[in-house]
T-cell receptor, first 112, second 114 residues
Framework: DQQVKQNSPSLSVQEGRISILNCDYT??????FLWYKKYPAEGPTFLIS?????DKNEDGRFTVFLNKSAKHLSLHIVPSQPGDSAVYFC???????????FGKGTKLTVNP | GAVVSQHPSWVICKSGTSVKIECRSL??????MFWYRQFPKQSLMLMAT?????????EQGVEKDKFLINHASLTLSTLTVTSAHPEDSSFYIC??????????FGSGTRLTVV
């Protein structure tokens, strides 16, 4: 049973537009969520995180929204740039645990 | 910032041989390191949690005798794939918890068993 789901395997957007990546989770005990960006043959790099006590966290062009009632979070990238093209993973953890549960990832392509 | 170095970045080995992958935290001490495995188009699956000076904790379904983990110091954890088989071919990634710095990942190791 997959506890963290990224139902869109890929997303394509035009440069300058907004990219919205979605993530759903089933475990209501998750209280910390992270987004990672991964290039081929490299390890993931941390992008942004959000605690369950918040519903929004912003860092430059990246904003993460959390809807606890819907068990849904999303990553907004605006404006999108070609260098943002990568696979984006959503991850979650429970109660300060260091174990992360990852989604399958969404491949974002930003077209010039 | 926190840096985790993982070596080798890729390795090809024959069936039946063993392969060791190293994960080092370069500028911080990591009491806990994590080993993940990723199959194509799949999520990163946690294999085990490695704690300095103690035995690793393996996730359900991961063979501890096949995937040997050693965390001998606060800056080094190793994963040894013993008696490798083609089905062990995968992308292995380590991660270290740096406390306030969060999680830092290594660059990954592409293992191909022929």
């Amino acid at each position: 049973d997959q506890q963290v789901k990224q139902n869109s395997p890929s997303l394509s957007v035009q440069e300058g537009r907004i990219s919205i990546l979605n993530c759903d989770y089933t475990n209501s005990m998750f209280d910390y969520f992270l987004w990672y960006k991964k290039y081929p043959a490299e390890g993931p790099t941390f992008l942004i995180s959000i605690s369950s006590i918040k519903d929004k966290n912003e860092d430059g062009r990246f904003t993460v929204f959390l809807n606890k009632s819907a068990k849904h979070l999303s990553l907004h990238i605006v404006p999108s740039q070609p260098g943002d093209s990568a696979v984006y993973f959503c991850a979650a953890s429970v109660g300060g645990s260091e174990k992360l549960v990852f989604g399958k990832g969404t491949k974002l392509t930003v077209n010039p | 910032g926190a840096v985790v170095s993982q070596h080798p970045s890729w390795v090809i080995c024959k069936s039946g041989t063993s392969v060791k992958i190293e994960c080092r935290s370069l500028d911080f001490q990591a009491t806990t390191m994590f080993w993940y495995r990723q199959f194509p188009k799949q999520s990163l699956m946690l294999m085990a949690t490695s704690n300095e000076g103690s035995k690793a904790t393996y996730e359900q379904g991961v063979e501890k005798d096949k995937f040997l983990i050693n965390h001998a110091s606060l800056t080094l954890s190793t994963l040894t794939v013993t008696s490798a088989h083609p089905e062990d071919s995968s992308f292995y990634i380590c991660s270290a918890s740096s406390g306030t710095l969060g999680y830092t990942f290594g660059s990954g190791t592409r293992l191909t068993v022929v």
